[in-house]
C-alpha cells in the first residue's frame, strides 16, 4: 500500500567496532572494522569478495546478512541509494515521508488502455530498498499463492529442479518455515487485541527472528463503522491473516518495533543488528551496478561494473564464488539485459554482445493496481487520519502522547487506518462465473505484445490458468481499506495484464521503459469494476451511512460498468509499487529466467534473488514474502558451499 498525498495515490555511515576474529589477508588490506566501504578503498585494493549483492534492499540485505554469518564468507552490497541517516519521516509512521528516497524519474510509457497516461512508478533508492519508504504493511500471500507457484513450475518440459534440498517445491509448506525464521512477532496488549478485534494463531508467528512487527495500540474510531459494514456486505473477520488464508477483514499487522514504535526494516533487521561482529560485510552506498563481468570462456559471472549513482568512472570489483542480484523488479532486468542476458533481438538493438539469451528477461511484469475513490461526509467521526493535518491541538497532544508512551496516531502511517478488507472474486460480485467463463474464452496470446516469444506465451497460458482456478477457488483478488478520511482504496491483486521493462540505452544511469500494460486484458477492467461496486455496496451499508459519506468526482456520476470502466481508464494508478516477476522462477520453456535455485538459465556463478524472480503476483502485499524468500534462498546457497 503507498502514501496519498493532495487526493493522489502519490508515485509516492556507519563504523562497527573492534572484532576478535584473526586478521586474514583480506582484513589486512581493507579496512577491519568498517562495514561501510567507499569506492577509494574498494579499487586501491583491488578487493575480491566471495559473494558481491546488486543491490540493498530486502532481498540483497537479508542474504548479506545470513552469509556473512561464516565469518570466512566476505560479501559486498552495492546499493545505488543513499544511507538514511534516520530522517523523521521514515522512523515515524505518523510523519511517513517516503518521497526522500523515491527512485529518480521512474515513469511509465503512455498506458494505453488508460487514456495513454503517463504515470510515475515508485520504487525505493536507499539502503533498505522499498522496506525503508513502503506503507509497513506486514501480510502474507495466501498459501495457494505458492502453491500455484510450485503447480506452474512442474509445467514446463526443460530442466528446471536444482540439486538443493530446499529448492525441490515451491508450496505454502515450503515457505511457511521461511515466513517464521524470518520474524518477530510482538503481541499487542490483551485487552487492546480484544477491543480492536486483533486475533492470532501464534503457530504461524514467529517470535525469534530479525523482522519486528506488531500492530499499532491505536485506531480511529471511523474504522470500527467500516469493520460493521463490511461484515453487513458479507466480508466476516478473519482468524488470523498470516495464515494463508485471509479473505474477510483484519486489522494491519505493521512493521514496527514494539519497543520504540519505530519502523522496522531491512537495514536496521538485516545490517545494523548485526554490523558490530561482522567485519566481512561490507556495503558500498550511493553506487549503482552497471553490469555483470563474465569470464568470455565459459560464461562465469566474475565480479560486476559499477559507477557512482551520480554518474563518473566506471570501476570493477571481483567476487569469487557468486554475483547475486537484488536491485528490484525493474532494475534487476535493467542490469540482466545491460550485461547481455536478455532476448536477443533487443540485445542487438543496442550492440550488446549475447551472453544468454532470454526472452523473459523483463517481460512478465506485473503490479497491483490502485484507485482512490474520494469521499466527503456530512457526519464524518473525529478524530480520524485526516486531524493530525487538520487539527492542531490533537497534533500536539498525540506527538505528546507518541513521544512520551510510543501510543496514539503517531504509530499508525499517515493516510490510512488500521483495518483492511480482501475479497476472492467470489465475495466480490455474484456475476464471477461470467467472468471467469470470458477469461476461459479469450485466446491469451491477445493479452501479450504481438512479437512476444512463444516460451514467454507457453509461460502465461500457464499463469492464466493457475489465476483462473484462483478465482474459482477463494483466493484473493483485491482489497479494500478506508482511511477513515476523505479516500477509500480499491487495490487489484490479480491482474491478468503482463507488461515490460527494457532497456533504451546502454548508460546504465538511464532508466528503462516501464511499460505495465495496465488493463490491456479487459478482464482486468471487469474484475476491478466488481471491486468498486463491493466498495460502494460497503458505503451504502448503514454503519457507513451514519457518517454521511457522498462519493466525489469524477467516480459519483458513473453507474453502468462501462461508465465506470471510463473513470478508471482516468484513474486507475497502475502500480502499488509492488512491481514483479521481471526475471520470472519458471522453466526456460515457460519464459523463465531463473531455476528452483534462483540461477539464471545459461550462464553460472549469477543468481537472482529479488521480487523480479517470483513467477506471479499473491494475494497480499511483497514485503514479508521477500524477507522469507531472502532467508531460502541464503540457505541454498549456504548448503551448496558448506558454509556455516
Ligand atoms: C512507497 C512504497 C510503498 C510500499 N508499501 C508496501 C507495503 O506497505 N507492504 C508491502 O508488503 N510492500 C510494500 N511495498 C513493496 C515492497 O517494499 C517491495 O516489494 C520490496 O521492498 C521488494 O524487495 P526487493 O528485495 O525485491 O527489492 P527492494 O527492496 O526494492 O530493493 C532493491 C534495492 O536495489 C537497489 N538498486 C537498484 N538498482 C541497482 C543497481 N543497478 N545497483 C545497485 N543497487 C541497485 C535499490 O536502490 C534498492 O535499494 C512498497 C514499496 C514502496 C516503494
Ligand atoms: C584484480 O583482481 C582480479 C581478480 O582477482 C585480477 O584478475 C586482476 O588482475 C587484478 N588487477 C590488479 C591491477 O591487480
Ligand atoms: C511439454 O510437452 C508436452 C508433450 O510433449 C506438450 O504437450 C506441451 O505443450 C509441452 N509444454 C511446454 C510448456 O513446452
Ligand atoms: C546437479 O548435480 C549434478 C552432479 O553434480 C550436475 O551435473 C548437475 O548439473 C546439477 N544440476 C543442476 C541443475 O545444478
Ligand atoms: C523480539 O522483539 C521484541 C520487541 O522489540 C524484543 O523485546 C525481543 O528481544 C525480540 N526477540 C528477539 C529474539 O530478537
Ligand atoms: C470489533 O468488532 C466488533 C464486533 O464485530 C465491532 O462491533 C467493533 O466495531 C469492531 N471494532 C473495530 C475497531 O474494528
Ligand atoms: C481538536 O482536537 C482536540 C484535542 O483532541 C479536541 O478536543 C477538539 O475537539 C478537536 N477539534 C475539532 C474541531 O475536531
Same mark, same amino acid.
Given at each position: 500500500?503507498?502514501?496519498?498525498r ?11 567496532p573492534?572484532?576478535l576474529?584473526?586478521p ?6 581493507l $579496512?577491519?572494522f568498517?562495514?561501510i ?8 585494493n583491488?578487493?575480491t569478495?566471495?559473494?558481491?549483492i546488486a543491490?540493498g534492499g530486502?532481498?540483497?540485505l537479508?542474504?548479506?546478512d545470513?552469509l556473512t554469518?561464516? $565469518?570466512?564468507?566476505k560479501?559486498?552490497?552495492?546499493e545505488?541509494g543513499?544511507?538514511d541517516?534516520?530522517l523523521e519521516?521514515?522512523q515515524? $509512521?505518523?510523519s511517513? /515521508?517516503?518521497w526522500?528516497y523515491?527512485w529518480p524519474?521512474?515513469l511509465?510509457v503512455?498506458?494505453t488502455?488508460?487514456?495513454n497516461?503517463?504515470i510515475g512508478?515508485v ?6 530498498g ?8 506486514y501480510v502474507r500471500? &495466501? ?11 512442474r509445467r514446463?518440459n526443460?530442466?528446471?529442479?536444482g540439486?538443493s534440498?530446499?529448492? /525441490?517445491?515451491m508450496?505454502?509448506?515450503?515457505m511457511?518455515p521461511?515466513?517464521l ?6 503481541? $499487542?496488549d490483551?485487552a487492546?487485541? #480484544?477491543?480492536a478485534?486483533?486475533?492470532?494463531n ?8 530479525p ?7 491505536y485506531?480511529f474510531?471511523?474504522a ?11 466480508l466476516?473477520?478473519?482468524?488470523d491473516p498470516?495464515s ?11 512493521v514496527l518495533?514494539? &519497543? !520504540?514504535?519505530?519502523r522496522?526494516?531491512?537495514k ?5 543488528r ?11 552506498a550511493?553506487?549503482?551496478?552497471g553490469k555483470? #563481468?563474465?569470464?568470455?570462456?565459459c ?20 567476487? /569469487?564464488k557468486e554475483v547475486i ?8 532486468p535493467k542490469?540482466?539485459?545491460l ?8 540485445l542487438?538493438?543496442?550492440g550488446i554482445k549475447?551472453v544468454s539469451n532470454?526472452p523473459g528477461?523483463?517481460?512478465?511484469l506485473?503490479?497491483?493496481?490502485t484507485?482512490?475513490?474520494?469521499? !466527503?461526509?456530512t ?12 487539527n492542531?491541538?490533537y497534533n ?5 502522547l507518541?513521544?512520551t508512551?510510543r501510543k496514539?496516531?503517531y504509530?499508525i502511517i499517515?493516510?490510512?487506518?488500521t483495518?483492511i478488507?480482501?475479497l ?10 461470467a467472468?471467469?467463463a ?11 505484445p504481438?512479437?512476444v516469444?512463444?516460451t514467454?506465451?507457453a ?23 478506508w482511511?477513515t478520511s ?5 487495490y ?6 503482463r507488461?515490460t521493462?527494457e532497456i533504451?540505452t546502454?548508460?546504465?544511469l538511464?532508466n528503462?521503459a516501464?511499460?505495465?500494460? !495496465?488493463a ?6 471487469a474484475?476491478?469494476?466488481?471491486l ?9 451499508a ?12 469524477p467516480f459519483?456520476?458513473?453507474?453502468t ?7 478508471m481508464r482516468?484513474?486507475?494508478?497502475p502500480s502499488?509499487a ?5 526475471a520470472?522462477m ?22 537472482v534473488?529479488?521480487i /523480479?524472480?517470483?513467477?506471479m503476483?499473491?494475494?497480499g ?5 521477500m524477507?522469507?524468500a531472502?532467508?531460502?534462498?541464503? &540457505?541454498?546457497?549456504?548448503a ?5
Open positions: 500500500m503507498r502514501f496519498l493532495n487526493d493522489v495515490v502519490a508515485a509516492v555511515l556507519l563504523l562497527a573492534f572484532s576474529a584473526a586474514t589477508e583480506y582484513s589486512k588490506k $579496512p577491519q568498517a562495514t566501504i567507499n569506492r577509494r578503498q574498494l579499487n586501491a583491488n578487493a569478495y566471495d559473494f558481491i543491490g530486502i532481498a540483497g537479508t542474504l548479506a545470513r554469518e561464516d $565469518p570466512n564468507v560479501v559486498l552490497v552495492i545505488a543513499p544511507i541517516p534516520g519521516g521514515i515515524v $509512521p505518523g511517513f /515521508s517516503p526522500y523515491f524519474n521512474l511509465t503512455p498506458q488502455a488508460l487514456n497516461r503517463v512508478t520504487s525505493g533508492q536507499v539502503l533498505g522499498g522496506s525503508a519508504i513502503n506503507a509497513m504493511v500471500g &495466501d498459501a495457494d499463492d505458492y502453491d500455484a507457484w510450485g503447480f506452474m513450475q514446463g526443460s530442466s528446471f529442479y540439486n534440498s530446499v529448492s /525441490s517445491s508450496s505454502w509448506n515450503t511457511l521461511y515466513f525464521k524470518s520474524e518477530n512477532f510482538t503481541a $499487542p490483551a487492546y487485541a #480484544l477491543e478485534n486483533i486475533t492470532w501464534p503457530a504461524v508467528r514467529g517470535t525469534s527472528g523482522l519486528k512487527y506488531t500492530y499499532p495500540p485506531y474510531p471511523g470500527a463503522n467500516w469493520w460493521n459494514a463490511a461484515q453487513s456486505v458479507g466476516p473477520p478473519v482468524d498470516l494463508g488464508v485471509k479473505n474477510g477483514i483484519f486489522p494491519i499487522p505493521s518495533d514494539a &519497543d !520504540t514504535m519505530t522496522n526494516y531491512a536496521i533487521n538485516h545490517h545494523d548485526v554490523k558490530q561482529a561482522r567485519p566481512n560485510y561490507h556495503v558500498l550511493g553506487n549503482i551496478v555483470v #563481468l563474465f569470464d568470455p570462456s560464461k562465469k559471472a566474475i565480479g560486476v561494473e559499477y559507477l557512482p549513482t551520480s554518474g563518473g568512472a566506471a570501476t570493477n570489483v571481483f567476487a /569469487s542480484l537484488a536491485a528490484g523488479g525493474i532494475n534487476t542490469i540482466l539485459q550485461s547481455g542476458i536478455g532476448p536477443k533481438k533487443l542487438d538493438k543496442f549475447v532470454l528477461v523483463g517481460q512478465n506485473q503490479d497491483q493496481p484507485l482512490t475513490v474520494p469521499y !466527503t461526509f457526519n464524518n467521526l473525529t478524530p480520524n487520519s485526516g486531524s493530525l493535518m487538520a492542531a491541538t500536539a497532544e498525540q506527538r505528546a507518541y513521544d508512551e496514539g496516531a504509530t499517515s493516510s490510512l487506518s483495518n478488507g480482501q476472492s472474486l467470489k465475495q466480490a460480485t455474484s456475476d464471477y462465473q467472468i471467469i470470458a477469461a476461459r474464452a479469450a485466446n491469451p496470446a491477445d493479452s501479450l504481438a512479437d516469444d512463444a514467454v506465451l509461460g502465461y497460458q500457464v499463469q492464466r490458468e493457475a489465476i483462473l482456478n484462483q478465482f474459482e477457488g477463494d483466493v484473493g483478488v483485491g482489497n479494500l481499506h482511511g476523505d479516500n477509500a482504496l480499491v487489484h491483486l490479480k491482474p491478468l495484464s507488461g521493462v533504451v546502454t548508460d546504465p538511464v528503462p516501464i511499460d505495465h500494460r !495496465t490491456t486484458d479487459p478482464i482486468d477492467f474484475v476491478y469494476t466488481a468498486f461496486r463491493k466498495n460502494r455496496e460497503l458505503f451504502a448503514p454503519d457507513m451511512q451514519v457518517l454521511g459519506p457522498a462519493e466525489g468526482a459519483a456520476a458513473a453507474t460498468n462501462e461508465e465506470i470502466i471510463e473513470v482516468d484513474q486507475i494508478n502499488n509492488h512491481q514483479c516477476c521481471t520470472a519458471l522453466p526456460k520453456s515457460l519464459g523463465g529466467v531463473v531455476n528452483s535455485e534462483q540461477k539464471v538459465y545459461g550462464v553460472s556463478r549469477l543468481r534473488a529479488d /523480479s524472480f517470483w513467477p503476483q499473491t494475494a502485499s511483497p514485503l514479508g514474502t524477507y522469507a531472502g532467508e531460502r534462498l541464503a &540457505d541454498m546457497i549456504k551448496e558451499y558448506g558454509l556455516a
